[in-house]
T-cell receptor
Framework: GAGVSQTPSNKVTEKGKYVELRCDPI?????LYWYRQSLGQGPEFLIY????????DSGLPNDRFFAVRPEGSVSTLKIQRTERGDSAVYLC???????????????FGPGTRLTVL | QQQVKQSPQSLIVQKGGIPIINCAYE??????FPWYQQFPGKGPALLIA?????SEKKEGRFTISFNKSAKQFSLHIMDSQPGDSATYFC?????????????FGAGTQVVVTP
């Protein structure tokens, strides 16, 4: 079946502009995560959705970042007034409802490379 | 602050060698320790994972060793092949924390020469 898809694959924007990054999770996966990966670093957690609600947004760096998942499937990460420091690869991951044994594998998309000029 | 420290940053081995990547953590509440493999332009993919009640786990040529008392774990790639050249990330998570949001190490770039 199809994996996690993210669009666009690349986004170049100018400082101060608004951008939206889209994530299509694996069908039926209720959990969705956004991570940010800076050059030469590991992914850093941004936000976690369980269904339609943002259950944990503790990783969002500031209020310029916002994410939605209105129907419990597709999610959009929104960045206002972009800054050069926002340049990174934004990764989306999804997983199915955890069993009582705990962890379910997170499946990652290919990411969106955001470049802010 | 990085909750999982990973070393080395990079390493080069010859085909057939055994690259070893080490990770350390501080939070004793972590209860799941996966390793991810990432190729350029791709997202990370789960390679192998271990829970703290097990000291070693093998899947194919990949082995995780886990030392709970030292709060360290490592990945060994047996009989490494050029196709194993990739960036490897260790990670840790807590079952009760957002259904396992992952804390990643900084990554190790592994190059396996023919």
């Amino acid at each position: 079946g199809a994996g996690v898809s993210q669009t666009p694959s690349n986004k170049v924007t100018e400082k101060g502009k608004y951008v939206e990054l889209r994530c299509d999770p694996i069908s039926g996966h209720t959990a969705l995560y956004w991570y940010r990966q800076s050059l030469g670093q590991g992914p850093e957690f941004l936000i976690y959705f369980q269904g339609t609600g943002a259950a944990d947004d503790s990783g969002l760096p500031n209020d310029r970042f916002f994410a939605v998942r209105p129907e419990g499937s597709v999610s959009t990460l929104k960045i206002q007034r972009t800054e050069r420091g926002d340049s990174a690869v934004y990764l989306c991951a999804s997983s199915s409802t955890p069993r009582t044994s705990g962890h379910n594998e997170q499946f990652f998309g290919p990411g969106t490379r955001l470049t802010v000029l | 602050q990085q909750q999982v420290k990973q070393s080395p940053q990079s390493l080069i081995v010859q085909k057939g060698g055994i690259p070893i990547i080490n990770c350390a953590y501080e939070n004793t509440a972590f209860d799941y320790f996966p390793w991810y493999q990432q190729f350029p332009g791709k997202g990370p993919a789960l390679l192998i994972a271990i829970r703290p009640d097990v000291s070693e786990k093998k899947e194919g040529r990949f082995t995780i060793s886990f030392n709970k008392s030292a709060k360290q774990f490592s990945l060994h790639i047996m009989d490494s092949q050029p196709g194993d050249s990739a960036t490897y990330f260790c990670a840790a998570s807590r079952t009760t924390d957002s259904w396992g949001k992952l804390q990643f190490g900084a990554g190790t770039q592994v190059v396996v020469t023919p």
